[in-house]
């Protein structure tokens, strides 16, 4: 496990506002939003598009930062408004893991190595980083997949090799955005189960954007966006508490 602190939230975003533009042509895309997500705990996030949720998800993850408010992920304050703290790339490269709805794995490389390069670019030895690969894939159940290239595998698989991927380097947080878009409704389930299963036995956090509403029982919490603002739509009595 990385050295984020394992005690603290792995999320804690402090009334992110995010705009666009100015005067007339201001768009505010995020409003006010406050959020905390503990390792361990697997978290939904839905609403309509154009609601905010990959805004959000993008600031969390220090792609797109807010214009106001503040993030923390493990107990260090990372942006303070649009101001980094940090090497964000390098911090984003060791602290969190990131999923989408294709796999976009690399298509030259078999199922291992787009696992292994993961850790080599965080200067993991070859030897290191492939014992790591394989014990990843055998753990998300494609290990009988290794040496197979992203077109020789189903959609199902190729997500499980995405979810080792954004596990190769053992973030304290992971954020996927309409992960199982590309599924039918079993492999979908079998994604946000694997979530599930990942929160809990790696103390992970997981933060899933999904218009998906049919697997929505395996998570922990829901929360709904809509017009730039987070509310809980599921409190659960041993989840943290969501202010909008």
Known sequence: MNALAIHAPAILA?????????????????????????????????????A??????????????????????????VLDG?????????????????????ANLIPFLSALENVQVAMEINDVTPR????????????????????????????????????????????GLILADEPTAALDSQRG???????????RERHAAVLVVTHDHRALDVFDRTLEMEDGRLRESAPSSTSSSTQT
């Open 189 to 199: 389930r079998q994604v946000m189960e694997l979530f599930a299963k990942v929160a």
């Open 52 to 77: 905010g949720k990959s805004t959000l998800l993008t600031a969390i993850g220090l792609i797109n930062p807010p214009t106001s408010g503040r993030v923390h992920l493990g107990g260090q304050l």
């Open 128 to 171: 290191a980083a492939k014992h790591r690969a394989h014990e990843l894939l055998d753990y998300l159940g494609v290990g009988d997949r290794a040496r197979h290239l992203p077109e020789e595998l189903s959609g199902g698989q190729q997500q499980r090799v995405a979810v080792a991927r954004a596990l190769a380097n053992e973030p």
């Open 82 to 102: 649009p101001h980094a703290l940090m090497d964000l790339r390098a911090f984003r490269r060791k602290h969190l893991g990131f999923i989408f709805q294709r």
């Open 14 to 50: 402090e009334s992110l506002t995010k705009t666009y533009g100015s005067g007339n042509t201001e768009v505010v895309a995020m409003r006010d939003v406050t959020l905390q997500v503990q390792r361990g705990e697997v978290v939904a996030l839905l609403g309509p598009s154009g």
